[in-house]
């Protein structure tokens, strides 16, 4: 495992960490409710429960709450991969293009696993000094492991000048 990754892992994976890295850095994560359930350098999984804070007038999850914890399991991936890196890596989401399949309600878990497609691309904009682009794909599942949602995010990636 890649000792940067492993150091970013252990910072937020405990649940007291996680809340208050969301709480500074995504304080709507933090309200939302989002949850990390697994991070390994291949997989990530992020849960939401249905609450009065990220409900909508449909009895069910908001959208935007959908996609934010979509994005989020693409994107805990891509700050394992660029954590601590030298030259320092610049990331940033520049689309994001979502299918919504059936009504979200009680938990749901959004599930990534591009992590090696993710490390692979962050490699390429290392070695090459260019923007290099991913899109990530994460599958939105209910407690009775339905497709509730799918989201592609289209990640870039560059190098910082030294």
């Given at each position: 495992m890649?000792?940067?990754?492993?150091?970013?892992r252990?910072?937020?994976?405990?649940?007291?960490?996680?809340?208050?890295f969301a709480l500074k850095s995504l304080p709507a994560v933090f309200f939302a409710g989002l949850k990390i359930e697994l991070l390994e350098e291949t997989k990530a999984i992020i849960s939401v429960r249905q609450k009065w804070f990220n409900k909508n007038p449909f009895r069910s999850i908001y959208f935007a709450i959908l996609s934010m914890a979509a994005e989020l399991s693409?994107?805990?991936?891509?700050?394992?991969?660029?954590?601590?890196?030298?030259?320092?890596?610049?990331?940033?989401?520049?689309?994001?293009?979502?299918l919504f399949h059936k009504k979200a309600t009680g938990?749901?878990?959004?599930?990534c696993e591009?992590?090696?497609k993710i490390t692979a691309v962050v490699e390429q904009a290392v070695s090459t000094g260019n923007a290099?682009?991913?899109?990530c794909y994460s599958k939105g599942l209910n407690s009775n492991s339905e497709?509730?949602?799918?989201f592609w995010i289209t990640w870039s990636f560059k190098a910082r000048n030294k």
């Open positions: 890649d000792n940067n990754f492993e150091q970013f252990n910072r937020i994976i405990k649940p007291s960490a996680f809340k208050l693409t994107g805990v991936l891509c700050m394992g991969n660029t954590y601590k890196r030298r030259p320092a890596i610049s990331m940033l989401v520049t689309e994001q293009r979502g938990k749901i878990i959004f599930v591009d992590g090696n290099v682009n991913i899109v497709m509730v949602a799918e």
